[in-house]
C-alpha cells in the first residue's frame, strides 16, 4: 500500500505542534507584510509519526541489509556516534558564540584536523566543506590561488582520468577551468602517454582518485604524480576511496598536494538519505596558506594544567570561506568519536578487512562475471553486468533482481570506462556470511540471466514496488504535490491552546 | 572495532583469495612508507569514547547554561520531539541518495513532500532536494541567474543587508569568473530603492534577504518590477521560518528563494550542518541545480517517486554539469519537512507570532533604555539592531563575564562604524523573564 | 523471509560490545566459582543492530497503525515522554541515594501523586504498583488489612461481575480470598438482586470495573456501592478504563474504596510490547494507613524562596512494600509529562473524545454487527463476531481478517459474557479518516463473512506471516533455541582489544 | 493537545450519533460532581513541559554529577548505546502484549530470543518472558513452590543474605497465608551450612541470593544436595551480569533462579522500570507464571513464535490462575535481550571481570585504611562490605556533604548492629581515579 502524501492526509484546523500564549503584550502586525493565504498541510501529531514511520520502512538502510553500493563506503554507521553528536553541550551550541565559550567544540574540531593529517599525511586541513564535491572545489581553488600567486596565470587545464567521478570534473569547471580527459590503460591505471601529452605549461593540474574508480592502487602513482609537478601542475587527490589506505599508505607521501576526505564514507557518519556529508580538506604545508578561512588552530599553549585555548583563525591568503560557519560540525562530532574508537590500530584494520572483503568477493565472482581489470583489487571492484550470450540483459536488470534477495545493488553504470559496471563495495563491516550469501546470489542470477531473463527483466518482484517508470517523471515533471483544489482554508488565526 | 570478522573467517578468506597474509593483499602499493607509523593513540571502547566526547561537551558554555540573544543567522528555536524521533530511524538516516527508487521509496517521498512544503511556504513553483546551506545556495543562483543569461549578464547585485558570509561564499565561488558583484558597499542604510538604482541591463540577478541580516522587512515588489523590467532576475534570501506570517516572496514576483533552513527544526549544533533552501519558477526548473524527486508510477500501476531530471548533474553531464552538487543535505531536508508537517499551517504561524511579539517587546524595551536606540525604523521580525551607547563588544563582553548573557550580535565586526551595534535576536526559546533580566542588565550597564 | 535468531547468525569470537582493559591490577579469580563453559551466542554490533531492526519491522504498534485493542487504550505515546523520561538526571539517579540528593524526583513522584489524587477524587496514592494488576492485588491487600484493623477476620469473599478482567479474580485470589462471580442484568450493569444475595458478612468487597469492560457506565453504580458498603465490604475499582472520564466523573465521588490506575493506558505511557505498566493505587483518607511503603511526602514546607524538601515515608499500618524501591519511575515520568500538557481541560477533553470515537463506531457499526448492550458507550464497546447466517466465521477469523487491512484487531473472547466478542477502544487520538476506514473494512469484511467465508477463515493474507499454529506450539513445547550443538566455543577469555 | 479532530469532524461524528453536544454522551453518569472541577493547573506545549521537566531533572544529583559507589541491587552499569537506539523503535515500544501473532513477531521472537538467552545464562532449562523486578519474581518463586507441594509445606527459607527488599515484598505476598518464613534472622555471618539445618520435610523452598546483598559468594552444592534430599526446591536470586563469570545456578542444581536485571543494561532511573528474571527446569513450565513464547509454524510453512501455555494465565484460568500478572516487563526484556546479544559470551566475560578486578582493587585499598576492615572473607563479585570506625552514616554524609561522593550503602538501615557497615559496589563506571579518590578521602576520615 503506497503511503499517502501528508497534503492528502491534511484537514483543516489540525496541528502537530503547539505554542505558548505570548507571555509578552501583542505588538501590532504590519498588515501589508502579512501574508494573505497559506496553502499549506495541516496534521495532528500521531499522523505525522505514523506517516513518517511507514516512509521509513520503504527503505533500504545499512540497518536493515548489506548495502554494497561502489564509491559510497556504506559502512557500519555506529550507534555510539548518534548519542554524542547529539549532547546539548553540541547541538544547543550557537556557531557565533564567543569562541571562550565554545572550548569544547573548537578543542575537537582541532583534533579532527589533527587525526586527519595524521592519517593523510598533509600538513593542514579545513573542516568547512559541507561534502565531497564541496571538498573538490575547495581543493581546485587552492590549486588556482597558489599558480596565482606565483604570477602563473596561463594555467587553465585540469586533466582527468576517464576513470573519475563526475563531481571532479563539475568541480573543476565550476572554477572556470577546462578539463580534458586522459584515458586509463589497459590495468585501469593512468596511462603515462596520454598524461606526458597533455602536460605542458597551461597545466594547472591532474585530479586523481587513488585508489580509483575501478578500485585500483595505481600502480604508477608516484610516476604520474612526478609527471604532473614537472609540468608545474599539482596533484589533487579525490579521497572518497580512502578507506581502502588507513594507516597503509598516506595520500600526502605520494606527493598528492591536496585531497578531500568524505567523513560520511570513511568515517562512518551516516549517509542520511543523500546527506549530509562532511567533506574536509588537506594539503601540504605550501598550500596551507590558501585554506578557506576559518580553520581551527591553537591561539594560547596550554599552561600547566589547563587545556590549550582554541580560536578560529584565517589563513594568510585564504581563497574566503566556502559557506556560512565552520563546517558541518555535528558531523565532525561522529567522525571525531568514530576515529577515537578505532585509533591507529584500528583503522588499518579497518582498511585491511574493506580490502580483504573486497577481494574475496571478486575472487568468487570472477569466473561468472567479467571482471576487465582483474587483479588485486583495494576496497572495491568493477565488474560488467551483462554476458554476450545473454544480450537482453543489463547491469540494471541485475540490480533490480538483487533486490528480491534482499540486497542493495551495487552502484550502476560507474565508472563509464567499463560496459555495464557493477561497481562492488563491501566495507570491512560486513561478515562473510553476508558475502556468502551475496555471491550466492548472484550466481543464481547469472544462471536466471541465460535461461530465465524475464524474471531479472520484470525485478524486482518481492518489493512493495516495482520497477519505476523514470521516463514518464521525465517526460510529465511532477515536482510538488498541493491541498486539494476544494480544501477549505482553517482560519489563519493560531488556535487557542485549551 | 565493528569488525565481524572471526579468526577463522580471515583466514578461509585468504586462501579463497589466494593471498597468505593481510598484508599480501597490499603489494601493488609503493613500498616506501607502507604501513606508516601514524602516531596516533590506541582505540577507545565505547564507553571510554563516551566519556570522553561527554568531557568534551561540557567545556561548551550553551544556549541552556547561558541566557542567548544570538542570531545573526542562527536561531534558538525549539526543536519538537517528533523530528529526532523520526531522524533516529536508522533506515533514513543509513540510507543513500535514493539511487535505487524501489527500495527507496522513504526517503523520495519525503523529499518530494519537502519540496511541496517549500513550493508553498515561498509561493514558488519548484523547489529541489536542497543545498548545502542558505550561502551555498546563493552561490548556485547566482550560478544560476548567470547561466540563464547565458553568461551575457555579468552584474550580480547583493544588498549589503545579505548576510555576511553569504556574501563572502558568493566571492569565493565567483573568484575566478567575469562575474562582478556590486551593491554591497551601499550604506546600510539604503532600502530597495537605492539597489534599484543599480540595475541596469547587464545585471543579472539582485540578492535581496528577507528579513535581512539586520532584521528589517522591506516590501521588493518595486524592486522586483524594477528587475523584471530590466530582465534581470532576483533571488530573495529567506529565513523560512518568517514566511510562516510574512507574505512569501513568490507573491511578489521572486525568480528565485534561498534560505536557510536551520530555523525549521534543526539544532544550531555550532555551525551545521543545516539545510539550503532552493525553490525557483517552473520556467528554470532544467537551469536549476541540485537533485530533484519527481513523481511516477511503478510497474504494478501504483504511484511513486524517483531522482528526476538528472542530466542537469554532474554524474551524467560532469564538467557540463550545472553544479558540482552530489551529496546534498538529505537528512536535514527530511528534518525540515517534518518540522514543517508538523507544525501545519497554524504551528507555523503561531510560532512566527511568538517570535515577533517577543523580540517587539525586547526592542520596546530597550529603547527605554536611556542611550540605547533602536538602529532602524524598518519592521522586523525576530531580530533587530540596537544602537548602544559604547562598543557593542564592551557590553556583549560584560554581560557574558557578570551575567550569563550572550547578549547578541556585533555588527562591527562586519560593518565599518557599527561598532556600537549589537544585533538582537529573541526567539520563542526567550521568556519574558530573560527579556527582561537583559533589559535590566543593559540598564545597569555603565555608559562611560 | 523470516529473520534468523541470534543463535543462528553467532559466529565464535564475534562481539558486539568492547569494555576497556582493567586500570587497576588484575586480582585472582576463585577458580572454583568460575563458570565452566557458556553456550552464548556472540555477535558483531551491525549485526545486532540489524537483527533487531529488522524483527521491529514485523509489529504492529500504535505508531504504525490504528491499535483499537479494548481495554488496553492504545492512545499515541507522545515522542516527547521519550525525550522526558531519558533526561540523565532521571536515569542516572539510584533509588538508594540520599534523598536529599534526589528531590527532583520525590517531587515529581510528589506532583504525580497529586493529579492522580484531583483526578481520581482519591486521598492518597501509592504509586509503587508495577502495572494494573499489581495493583488490584495491592488494593485488595489493602482491603484486607482494613477489615483485620477491625478485627473483622471473618470477611473471605470477593464479589466480581461476569464481565470482570482475568486479573481481578486471580488477584483476588493471590491474597487467599475466595472469588464469587455476580451476573451483569441485560442492561450490562451488575444485577443488584445477584449482589444483594452474596452481601453477607463474609463480604470483603467487590471488585468493580467502571465503566465496566462492556464499555458501559454502570447505570447503578451509587447503588450498587451502597449495596456493598451497607455490608460491610469496600469497592474496589478497576481503573483500566479511566480514560473515559477524567474530569467528568471522579470515581472516589462515586463512593468507591480504593482504585488502581493504569498509566499505561490512560496516561499515554507506551505499552512496551507486553510492559512495563505502571499500576498506582488511589485509596480514601481512611485507607491510607495501609498504603504500601514508602510514599512520597513533603517532610519540610517550602520556606519563602524555595520548594518544599520531600522524602519517603511508611503509611502507618502499611502492607509492606509490593516490590523493591519506589516503582516504575521513569514511567511516572513519562505520565507527569502527559498530564501536565494536558492540564485539566486536556484531559477532559481527550475522554470526550475517546467517547466520541467509540460511539461514531458503535454508530456505524450496529446495523451490521450485533451489539448485545446497544446503548451510549463510554471509550469502547462490545460487539459480536459471529453471525447466525454464517456460522463458520468467528471472531478470531474477522479479526486475522482486519490485519490484511493494516487495522490491528479489537481484543477477542473478552468479556467473557458477550459470545464472540469484539472489545474495540479506538481512544481519543485516532482521526475520522481513520474511524470511517475502520469501519468500510469491518462492513467488507461482514459481507465476505457471508459471501465468501474462506476470505476470513484464510486471513491474513497481506502479511508477511501467515496465521500462527498455535496448538502446535503449545503440543510441542519449544521455549528456547541453542547453538549448534557442532558450534565451536570461541576461548572464553577476553578479548584484546586492538 | 493530541486530539486530531476537527471542529466539523466533531459536528459530523455528534450528528452520526444522533447526539447533539458532547456532554449528551455522558446523560447515563451520576449527575452529581458530574463535570467536576479538579483544580488542576491549564496545559502546557511540549516546549514548556520540557522546560519544566529539565528544571525538575537538574533537581537531582546523579551518579554523573556525584562519584558513586552506591550499588544494594542496583548498579551503574554503563548502557551501550545500541540498547537505547533500538528501544526507540516505535513498533517495539508502541506495541502491546503479542495477542495476535501475525503481526507481533518482532516482539515474539525477540522474547523468545530473550527466553533462550536467560536459560543459557543461568544454566536453566525454561525462562519466562518477565516479571516486574527481583523482587516480584522472587515472590512468584514462593508461590510456585508452595504450589508444586500443592500448598502442603508451609516453610519457606530465606537466606538473611537476601535484598531487604526483596524479603519484605516477600511477606507482603504472602501475608494472610498460612505459608512460614524462616532464616532471615539467623546470624549474617550464617553460610550455606545453616541454612541446610533450617531444611525439613515441611521445607517448600529455600531461597539464597548470588552474590549475596552483601556481595558474597557462596558455593551452594551442598545446600542444593539437601534441599532436594529433602524434597524441597532451592531458588537462586542472582546479578546476571555476575553470571558472565560465575558458575551458573543450573549447575549446581537450582530448580529456580530469579534476577534482577537492572544490571543487563537497564538505565538505574530511580528505581524502575526494571526486569524480573525468572527461569527454572522443564518440569515446571506448568507451574511457573508469566507469559511464554513458544515456536511454531505459520500457514505458510514459516517458523514463527507465539504465546502458548496461557492456561496457566489470569486471562483464561482467573482466579485459578497461577499469577495475576498480565502486563509485564516486556520492553526491558528486550533491552536485557539486546544487551546480551551485544556483549555475548566475551563480552560479558569481560565486564564481568572488569567489575570483578576493580571492586577487588578498591576493596584491597580500603582495607589497608588504618580502622577499615573488610567485613566478611568470602569470595565477592562487584561490591562488599567494610567495617568502618564509626557510622556509616555519619561517613557517607561527610562524604557526600565535603567530597561529592556517594561512598555507599548505610547496612544499618537494614541490618541491626551494623550501623558501621558500608556496603560498596564498584563497576566498570568507577574509574581507578575514582576509586583513589574514595580511599583518600576515607582516609582522612576523622576517626572520632
Ligand atoms: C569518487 C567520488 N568522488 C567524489 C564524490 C562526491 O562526494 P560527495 O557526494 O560527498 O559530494 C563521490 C560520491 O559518491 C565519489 O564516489
Ligand atoms: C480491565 C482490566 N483490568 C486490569 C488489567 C490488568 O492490567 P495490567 O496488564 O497493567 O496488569 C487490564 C489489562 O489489560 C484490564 O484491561
Known amino acids: 500500500m503506497p503511503e499517502p502524501t501528508i497534503y492528502d492526509i491534511s484537514s483543516p484546523g489540525r496541528q502537530g505542534m503547539y505554542y505558548p500564549d505570548p507571555d509578552v503584550p501583542l505588538a501590532s502586525l504590519p498588515d501589508s507584510l502579512i501574508r494573505k493565504d497559506f496553502p499549506f498541510p495541516e496534521i ?50 550557537h556557531p557565533l558564540q564567543p569562541f571562550e565559550t565554545a572550548q569544547g567544540a573548537l578543542g575537537l574540531m582541532y583534533e579532527t584536523q589533527e587525526w586527519l593529517k595524521a592519517i593523510s599525511g598533509f600538513d593542514a586541513v579545513t573542516l568547512q566543506p559541507a561534502a565531497g564535491a564541496h571538498g573538490e572545489m575547495t581543493g581546485v581553488l587552492i590549486m588556482k590561488a597558489y599558480h596565482r600567486s606565483r604570477g602563473d596565470n ?52 591532474l585530479m586523481i582518485t587513488n585508489p580509483n574508480t575501478l578500485g585500483l592502487f595505481d600502480e604508477n602513482l608516484e610516476e604520474v604524480v612526478k609527471i604532473v609537478h614537472d609540468a608545474g601542475g599539482l596533484v589533487y587527490g579525490d579521497g572518497a576511496n580512502l578507506n581502502a589506505i588507513m594507516g597503509i599508505s598516506r595520500p600526502a607521501d605520494s606527493g598528492i598536494d591536496v585531497m578531500h576526505f568524505n567523513l560520511h564514507k570513511t568515517f562512518s557518519t551516516p549517509h542520511g538519505g543523500g546527506g549530509p556529508g562532511s567533506g574536509p580538506v588537506g594539503v601540504t604545508a605550501e598550500l596551507s596558506q590558501f585554506l578557506p578561512s576559518p580553520i581551527v588552530d591553537i591561539i594560547e599553549d596550554a599552561d600547566d594544567d589547563g587545556a590549550p585555548l582554541y580560536g578560529l583563525v584565517t589563513p594568510e591568503n585564504t581563497i574566503g570561506r566556502v559557506k556560512s560557519f565552520h563546517g558541518h560540525f555535528g558531523i565532525l562530532v561522529r567522525a571525531f568519536t568514530y576515529m577515537i574508537m578505532l585509533g591507529e590500530k584500528g583503522l588499518r584494520q579497518a582498511s585491511e578487512h574493506a580490502v580483504l572483503n573486497a577481494n574475496y568477493l571478486q575472487a568468487l565472482l570472477r569466473d561468472t562475471y567479467k571482471i576487465p581489470h582483474d587483479r588485486i583489487c583495494m576496497h572495491e571492484f568493477v565488474m560488467e553486468g551483462h554476458w554476450e550470450d545473454a544480450p537482453g540483459i543489463h547491469a540494471l536488470d541485475i540490480s533490480k533482481r538483487l533486490m528480491d534477495f534482499g540486497f542493495h545493488p551495487p552502484t550502476n553504470y560507474f565508472p563509464l570506462i567499463v560496459p555495464e559496471a557493477l561497481m562492488i563495495e563491501p566495507t570491512e563491516t560486513e561478515n562473510k556470511e553476508t558475502l556468502d550469501a551475496f555471491v550466492d546470489a548472484l550466481i543464481q542470477i547469472a544462471d536466471e540471466a541465460h535461461n530465465n531473463p524475464e524474471i531479472l527483466q520484470n525485478a524486482p518482484h518481492n518489493t512493495l514496488f516495482g520497477r519505476m517508470d523514470e521516463v514518464q517523471a521525465a517526460r510529465n515533471l511532477v515536482l510538488c504535490c498541493w491541498l486539494p483544489e476544494d480544501y477549505e482554508e482553517s482560519a489563519p488565526q493560531p488556535l487557542i491552546l485549551d | ?49 563516551q566519556g570522553e566526547l561527554q568531557h568534551i561537551a561540557s567545556a561548551n558554555e550553551t544556549a541552556q547554561d547561558l541566557v542567548s540573544f544570538l542570531g545573526a543567522g542562527v536561531y534558538n528555536h525549539y526543536c519538537p520531539s517528533v523530528v529526532d524521533s523520526i531522524l533516529r530511524r536508522g533506515e533514513f538516516y543509513t540510507a543513500y541518495t535514493p539511487y535505487q527508487p524501489e527500495i527507496s521509496q522513504g526517503t523520495l517521498q519525503a523529499i518530494f513532500e519537502y519540496q511541496s512544503l517549500i513550493v508553498n511556504l515561498t509561493g514558488m513553483e519548484a523547489s529541489n532536494a536542497s543545498h548545502y546551506d542558505g550561502a551555498t545556495a546563493i552561490a548556485e543562483a547566482v550560478n544560476m541567474a548567470y547561466h540563464v543569461h547565458r553568461t551575457k549578464r555579468k552584474k550580480i547585485i547583493l544588498s549589503p543587508g545579505l548576510h555576511p558570509h553569504h556574501r563572502e561564499t558568493v566571492h569565493t565561488y565567483i573568484q575566478d569568473s567575469s562575474i562582478q558583484i556590486v551593491g554591497e558597499n551601499l550604506s546600510i542604510e539604503a532600502g530597495p530603492e537605492e539597489i534599484i538604482n543599480l540595475i541596469d541591463q547587464d545585471t543579472a540577478l539582485v540578492v535581496m534577504q528577507y528579513p535581512d541580516f539586520f532584521g528589517r522587512i522591506y516590501d521588493f515588489s518595486a524592486l522586483v518590477e524594477a528587475a523584471h523590467a530590466a530582465k534581470a532576475l532576483v533571488a530573495v534570501h529567506v529565513n523560512p521560518l518568517a514566511l510562516g506570517m510574512l507574505t512569501p516572496p513568490g507573491d511578489f514576483g521572486a525568480d528565485i528563494v534561498t534560505g536557510e533552513g536551520q530555523s525549521l527544526g534543526i539544532p544550531m549544533s555550532y555551525g551545521g550542518p543545516y539545510l539550503g533552501i532552493f525553490a525557483t519558477r517552473s520556467k528554470y526548473v532544467r537551469k536549476m541545480a541540485g537533485r530533484l524527486v519527481g513523481e511516477t508510477t511503478d510497474s504494478k500501476g501504483q504511484r511513486g517517486y524517483v531522482l528526476t531530471l538528472s542530466t542537469r548533474e554532474q554524474h551524467i553531464r560532469r564538467e557540463r554539469a550545472i553544479s558540482n552538487i552530489c551529496s546534498n543535505q538529505g537528512l536535514l531536508a527530511l528534518a525540515a519537512g517534518i518540522y514543517m508537517s508538523l507544525l501545519g499551517k497554524n504551528g507555523l504561524r503561531q510560532v512566527a507570532e511568538l517570535n515577533y511579539h517577543k523580540a517587539h517587546y525586547a526592542a520596546q524595551k530597550i529603547a527605554a533604555i536611556p542611550g540605547f536606540e533602536i538602529a532602524f525604523e524598518s519592521p522586523f521580525f525576530n531580530e533587530f539592531a540596537v544602537r548602544c551607547p559604547r562598543p557593542a563588544a564592551e557590553i556583549a563582553d560584560h554581560l557574558l563575564t557578570h ?22 535576536a529573541v526567539t520563542e526559546m526567550n521568556s519574558r523573564e530573560e527579556i527582561d533580566y537583559l533589559v535590566e542588565t543593559l540598564s545597569e550597564e555603565p555608559h562611560a
Open chain 1, 44 to 93: 495532528s501529531e500521531i499522523d505525522v509519526v505514523r506517516h513518517y514511520t511507514r516512509l521509513s520502512q520503504l527503505n533500504h538502510g545499512v540497518d536493515t541489509g548489506f548495502y554494497p553500493l561502489g564509491s559510497c563506503t556504506m559502512k557500519y554507521n555506529p550507534k555510539i556516534n548518534e548519542e554524542t553528536a547529539r549532547m546539548p553541550g553540541f547541538t544547543q551550541l
Open chain 1, 154 to 205: 596561463k594555467r587553465i587545464k585540469m586533466l582527468l582520468p576517464d576513470s573519475a567521478h563526475g563531481t571532479n570534473p563539475a568541480s573543476s569547471a565550476m572554477t572556470g577551468l577546462k578539463s580534458v580527459q586522459i584515458l586509463s590503460d589497459e590495468r585501469g591505471n593512468v596511462d603515462l602517454a596520454a598524461l606526458r601529452a597533455e602536460c605542458d605549461d597551461t597545466l594547472a593540474g
Open chain 2, 1 to 49: 572495532m565493528f569488525l565481524p570478522h572471526t579468526d577463522s573467517d580471515r583466514e578461509a578468506m585468504l586462501r579463497t583469495i589466494g593471498v597468505e597474509r593481510m598484508e599480501d593483499l597490499f603489494q601493488s602499493l609503493p613500498t616506501a612508507n607502507l604501513f606508516p607509523n601514524l602516531s596516533l593513540p590506541d582505540g577507545l571502547t565505547e564507553m571510554e569514547a
Open chain 2, 403 to 424: 551575567h550569563d548573557i550572550i547578549a547578541g550580535y556585533d555588527l562591527g565586526q562586519d560593518y565599518d562604524g557599527m561598532e556600537n551595534h549589537l544585533l538582537i
